[in-house]
């Protein structure tokens, strides 16, 4: 009475519109492709609301700018703390916030990723012809979060230029991958 567990293929009549594994890799997305596919489509429907996501952006903006405000203010009052000049720690909050900025706005859908494993909606990905890692990074993305871009990305600029640091290729890979990595 049930044929879904039914092995025996012989009795059961061939599917036409079945994909076949060349249609199934002809549908397949890249995977970048397919991040910015996703997080084209989270942020057109993020932008439905006009208001709600500029001021979001603004007080993602606001908030990312305060612990700068809370630096400034300390380094109104020492010229180093700890053996840093402000302009050192700078460069410090520069590439951390930066880097948590980037990981915050290209993979904070991994961290929803137990909660749709657990409410079932994880297997709505897997039946996608697109890659499961650009659907998860992409779940949930909203171009709010660029707003912690402003105050951590100006943040290193000026730190860089007040710094004085003779550039060599080794440094500048340093930098890069110190905000990359973490």
């Known amino acids: 009475w049930c044929k879904v567990a039914?092995?025996?293929t012989a009795t059961r009549p061939a599917d036409p519109d079945?994909?076949?594994?060349?249609?199934?890799?002809?549908?397949?997305?890249?995977?970048?492709?397919?991040f910015l596919m996703l997080a084209r489509m989270w942020s057109r429907a993020a932008w439905q609301y006009r208001a709600s996501l500029l001021l979001n952006g603004t007080a993602q903006m606001l908030s990312a700018s305060l612990?700068?405000?809370?630096?400034?203010?300390?380094?109104?009052?020492v010229t180093t703390?700890?053996?840093?000049t402000r302009a050192q720690?700078?460069?410090l909050y520069g590439t951390t916030r930066l880097a948590f900025a980037f990981s915050d706005l290209f993979a904070s859908g991994i961290e929803t990723l137990s909660d749709?494993?657990?409410l079932g909606t994880f297997d709505v990905m897997l039946i996608r012809p697109v890659g499961t890692l650009p659907q998860a990074?992409?779940?949930?993305?909203t171009p709010k979060r660029f707003g912690k871009l402003i105050p951590s990305t100006a943040t290193l600029v000026w730190a860089i230029s007040a710094i004085h640091i003779a550039w060599t290729?080794?440094?500048?890979a340093v930098c890069v991958g110190t905000v990359v990595s973490g």
């Open 81 to 84: 703390l700890g053996g840093f």
């Open 116 to 118: 749709s494993i657990r």
């Open 6 to 8: 039914d092995t025996n």
């Open 169 to 172: 290729p080794l440094k500048i």
């Open 67 to 77: 612990d700068l405000a809370s630096l400034l203010v300390i380094y109104s009052q």
């Open 18 to 34: 079945a994909p076949t594994p060349e249609t199934l890799d002809a549908r397949h997305v890249p995977s970048p492709a397919a």
């Open 89 to 91: 720690t700078l460069y």
């Open 137 to 141: 990074l992409a779940d949930q993305f």
